[in-house]
């Protein structure tokens, strides 16, 4: 973090996350960094936030810190319901019902395009062959970027996660652009903004290319050209994005107890 | 008359596990329920060569791909979340020991869901369009590949979609929270994808935290989503899932997680976890002991202990499980 700062590029990205969470939203939250954003939205500004895990425990705050997964203990202590993966990602997500997920990523491309699954030299090729690192693979972050109405990604900004194609696609955003998901008749709308420890993304409406929509107090339109490996362009309408209020920071710091968002 | 079904952990790897067989273990959450104890042994019988079904990687498929007894794998997750990747199972896939066949935490469940129904295929909405349609580590030269998704028209809108082929293990081993000596089975917390998996499964066996009396069963049918009649055996193990957590039971164990994904990231550090924490103890009591008195104790004060409130007066003693078990192992 920055001298200058009182607060983590980290927690700036996961207030920027939250504020794209509406009060009275149905919403689903990946596993980490995505679901301290979103229970930052529901501790702030939208307490009938409707929240599940992929877990399906629903209806839960977590207590004593960040959870360690979408089931622990931590997350089960006030559900008011536990169900099941076909229920979460199924009835509430791929049916269409669900308004709004956050996902991570290790690489994410220009068309918002998701990598979750591993790290080659160069391309794949036509043989499948093993990768250089296998990552974590698509959990529910796929389901989630079928079916939710739309979906933000949140992810560190450097440019070996923000490539011109990913390596290997493990979430749909925009495919090649344009209207590509139309070609699947997926349920949900795409991915509506990548937010970044730099900045924040927005698709082109025509195109669907993500583009600078906005920066942060602490960094500038420069350094997100430069952490980015597209040549990103910069939207008629960017701006700085207010910093985090007093409020805001606070009522992170109440969610994320263990400070998980304030080791980097 | 239902039968009593409670046998020790040894018979049952014994009886229902094989070299090469298609091995599904449930919840296979990678943080909570999982039947982990279940695979230290099937090390310790030595089988090998399996097909792991795990909805998601658990400590239990990070240490079987370590020790190198899974030759194929199919998963929708492969990592133990906040607790990072799992090593074991890395090592697996980038040496290219192990296949590691993926889906997503939906199109897996699906998928058991179409062997539970005895579908030809299911539907799929979700993971169509992406590289876990187009790229298959079981077929790795047919790419795009048309074999492990393939593409089929909905009859109704002559919309393309894709079609997941069902999923039938061989076996699955299935932690719950609580079952009574014939197989009904209560869980706390998620059910995830068990309720499928139980009837998917060509056998089921039920790895259960703590036995309880039948009265239990009848006082919360509402809650018996898994049922003695596809269960054909019942293992009562304390801290099954361990080092993973239990709700209502114990919690995770931060330190060990941490350790035995470490331990499993190399191969001397894998050996040195069979010897110690597989081949470590003999029965139960052993087995607590190897994790530690004090550490069950700090691991069973868990905020989610309420959630086992209803349900403690119906706990089976030590002893009267044993008693139970001489039945079941007869007959």
Redesign the interface.
């Known amino acids: 973090m920055s001298q200058a700062l009182d607060y983590t590029r980290q927690e700036m990205m996961a207030i920027a996350t939250g504020r794209e969470v509406k009060d009275g939203e149905l919403a689903i939250f990946g596993v980490g960094l995505s679901m301290l954003a979103g229970y930052f939205a529901q501790a702030n500004h939208a307490p009938h936030l409707r929240t599940m895990t992929e877990g399906g425990v629903y209806g839960a705050t977590p207590v004593g810190g960040l959870p360690w997964g979408i089931e622990c203990n931590r997350i089960s202590t006030n559900a008011t319901s536990f169900t099941s993966a076909i229920d979460a990602l199924g009835f509430l997500v791929a049916s269409g019902r669900c308004d709004v997920g956050v996902i991570g990523a290790a690489q994410v491309d220009k068309f918002g395009n998701v990598n979750t699954t591993g790290i080659w030299d160069g391309e794949i090729g036509a043989h499948y062959r093993p990768p250089k690192i296998r990552l974590p693979g698509a959990g529910g972050a796929n389901d989630i970027a079928c079916g939710a109405k739309r979906f933000i990604i949140m992810v560190t900004h450097e440019p070996k996660r923000f490539a011109e194609k990913v390596t290997y696609l493990s979430s749909p955003g925009y495919l090649d652009g344009g209207n590509a998901r139309d070609r699947f008749g997926f349920v949900g709308g795409g991915p509506s903004a990548i937010i970044t420890t730099l900045g924040i993304l927005r698709p082109d409406p025509q195109t669907k290319e993500f583009q600078l929509d906005g920066w942060f107090p602490f960094s500038s339109i420069d350094e997100i050209k430069a952490h980015t490996g597209w040549d990103l362009k910069v939207s008629p309408d960017a701006r700085v994005i207010a910093e985090p209020s007093a409020t805001e920071l606070a009522n992170l710091r109440k969610v994320d107890e263990t400070g998980a968002l304030r080791k980097h | 008359m239902a039968q009593i079904k409670l046998i020790s952990l040894q018979d049952a790897v014994q009886r229902y596990s094989w070299d090469g067989m298609q091995y599904a273990s449930g919840a296979a959450?990678?943080?909570?329920?999982d039947a982990i104890v279940f695979g230290r042994e099937l090390l310790r019988q030595g089988r090998r060569d399996l097909h792991a079904v795990f909805?998601?990687s658990s400590q239990q498929l990070n240490l079987l791909a370590a020790a190198g007894v899974v030759t194929k794998a199919e998963?929708?997750?492969?990592?133990l979340?906040?607790?990072g990747?799992a090593n074991g199972?890395?090592r697996a896939?980038?040496?290219?020991r192990m296949a590691?066949e993926?889906?997503?935490?939906?199109?897996l469940?699906?998928r058991l869901?179409g062997g539970a129904l005895n579908w030809p295929f299911v539907p799929a909405?979700?993971?169509?369009?992406?590289?876990?349609q187009y790229?298959?580590?079981f077929a790795?030269?047919d790419?795009p590949s048309q074999s492990k998704i393939p593409t089929v028209v909905d009859p109704f809108t002559g919309?393309?979609?894709g079609a997941f082929s069902p999923l039938k293990p061989d076996l699955a081993a299935i932690h719950v929270t609580l079952a009574d000596p014939f197989g009904n089975c209560i869980m706390?917390?998620?059910?995830?994808?068990?309720?499928?998996l139980s009837r998917a499964a060509k056998k089921v066996v039920i790895i259960a935290d703590a036995i309880v009396d039948t009265d239990c069963i009848r006082q919360y049918p509402n809650l018996v989503r898994i049922p003695d009649i596809v269960v054909e055996a019942v293992v009562h193990w304390p801290f099954a899932a361990w080092p993973q957590?239990s709700?209502g039971m114990y919690?995770?164990d931060?330190a060990h997680?941490k350790f035995m994904n470490k331990a499993l990231a190399t191969e001397d550090g894998t050996a040195a976890y069979i010897r110690d924490f597989v081949d470590g103890y003999h029965d139960v009591d052993s087995y607590l002991d190897m994790i530690g008195r004090d550490k069950l104790a700090e691991l069973s004060a868990?905020?989610?202990s309420f959630?086992l409130d209803p349900y403690r007066r119906w706990i089976l003693t030590p002893e009267q499980v044993a008693a139970l078990q001489v039945t079941g192992a007869a007959a």
């Open positions: 959450l990678p943080i909570g329920s909805h998601c998963c929708g997750f492969s990592a979340e906040v607790f990747f199972l890395r896939v980038e040496s290219g590691l993926d889906y997503s935490n939906l199109g469940p699906l869901l909405t979700v993971n169509i369009g992406s590289d876990l790229r298959s580590a790795p030269d790419y919309r393309q979609i706390l917390g998620t059910e995830w994808s068990r309720v499928e957590s709700p919690d995770v931060e997680m868990s905020t989610t959630l």
